[in-house]
T-cell receptor, first 112, second 115 residues
């Protein structure tokens, strides 16, 4: 099955700085890579996703990049704000499968 | 509209007892998933339902775990003879259809504590 690894486990940045979270996956058949944000005590919510036929996707202050050859993908948050503080999970889905394989999460703290 | 709901929000039980967790998916969503989230860990897939098809049970950790779904509505996850290692948050998600690209919408979870 798929194995998703995520780094770092914790990340602290000053407000206004950028944050980068990296994930690797093992199964070359994976073709969908969503990122979820989970605020303290709340449910995970999708913030951005990327399919394997593109290398980068942006949505305002967040972007995701995908390197299929190296089997890694990254989340980039620019101009961080305190409300970006949360746990972020990357995930991968294998083509034809229905479930997501999640990374272990990154706790991001944005210091005002 | 209403999102995915789960009940109870918290459940404390004694080792060896059975527990039943409930999930109400978003109306019209044909696919439903159960995940387990241990403290400080990622989400671990348990089981998937799609319409009237046979469920994908490949993630269930032992035969003490089972789940049912009535048509395209409510699902229940049952854990028999609970063990302390079953303590976790159990999250349910639903998506409009099956397939790779369908966004999964998560419920608030049930926090299970086995004493």
């Amino acid at each position: 099955g798929e194995n998703v690894e995520q780094h770092p486990s914790t990340l602290s940045v000053q407000e206004g700085d950028s944050a980068v979270i990296k994930c690797t996956y093992s199964d070359s058949a994976s073709n969908y890579f969503p990122w979820y944000k989970q605020e303290l005590g709340k449910r995970p919510q999708l913030i951005i996703d990327i399919r394997s036929n593109v290398g980068e996707k942006k949505d305002q202050r967040i972007a995701v990049t995908l390197n299929k050859t190296a089997k890694h993908f990254s989340l980039h948050i620019t101009e961080t704000q305190p409300e970006d503080s949360a746990v972020y999970f990357c995930a991968a889905s294998i083509k034809g499968a229905n479930n997501l394989f999640f990374g272990t999460g990154t706790r991001l703290t944005v210091i005002p | 509209g209403a999102g995915v709901s789960q009940s109870p929000s918290n459940k404390v039980t004694e080792k060896g007892k059975d527990v039943e967790l409930r999930c109400d998916p978003i109306s019209g969503h044909t696919a439903l998933y159960w995940y387990r989230q241990r403290l400080g860990q990622g989400l671990e897939f348990l089981i998937y339902f799609q319409g009237n098809s046979a469920p994908d049970k490949s993630g269930l950790p032992s035969d003490r775990f089972s789940a049912e779904r009535t048509g395209e509505s409510v699902s229940t996850l049952t854990i028999q003879r609970t063990q302390q290692e079953d303590s976790a948050v159990y999250l349910c998600a639903s998506s409009l259809n099956s397939g790779t690209y369908n966004e999964q919408f998560f419920g608030p979870g049930t926090r299970l504590t086995v004493l």
